[in-house]
């Protein structure tokens, strides 16, 4: 079992960045893939960004691309997520999700745990 739970989520202005983190606890956190994965109301849940297990290869949706990075400190079994340049449609609930695998993993019906989520609002 792995358990993670997110943090970093809250209230900024168009423009402005946030760093989410997700800190797992459990199982060697080395062996798993992990990604962010957000869900705006009304809307189904989308993938942002997936990081491998050593952290040596990343994987954005296009509309992170540029804006947003992905990365993780293993000795701190805890994956991050730098936003820069919000804008209100990035408003949506941010979700960590891990895996057992060593390969970026981009599909959300393949990973097996989740976090509680944290909310993150972006103001125009």
């Known amino acids: 079992q792995v358990q993670l739970v997110e943090s970093g989520g809250g209230l900024v202005q168009a423009g402005g960045s946030l760093r989410l983190s997700c800190v797992a606890s459990?199982?060697?956190?080395?062996?798993?893939?992990t990604g962010w994965f957000r869900q705006a109301p009304g809307k189904g849940r989308e993938f942002v960004a997936a990081?491998?297990?050593?952290?040596?290869?990343?994987y954005y949706t296009d509309s992170a691309k540029g804006r947003f990075t992905i990365s993780r400190d293993n000795a701190k079994n805890t994956v991050y997520l730098q936003m820069n340049s919000l804008k209100p449609e990035d408003t949506a609930v941010y979700y960590c999700?891990?895996?057992?695998?060593?390969?970026?993993?981009?599909?959300?019906?393949?990973?097996?745990?989740w976090g509680q989520g944290t909310q993150v609002t972006v103001s125009s």
């Open positions: 459990g199982r060697t956190f080395i062996t798993y893939a």
């Open positions: 999700a891990a895996v057992l695998a060593v390969a970026v993993v981009t599909d959300p019906k393949q990973y097996n745990y």
């Open positions: 990081i491998n297990w050593r952290g040596g290869a990343t």
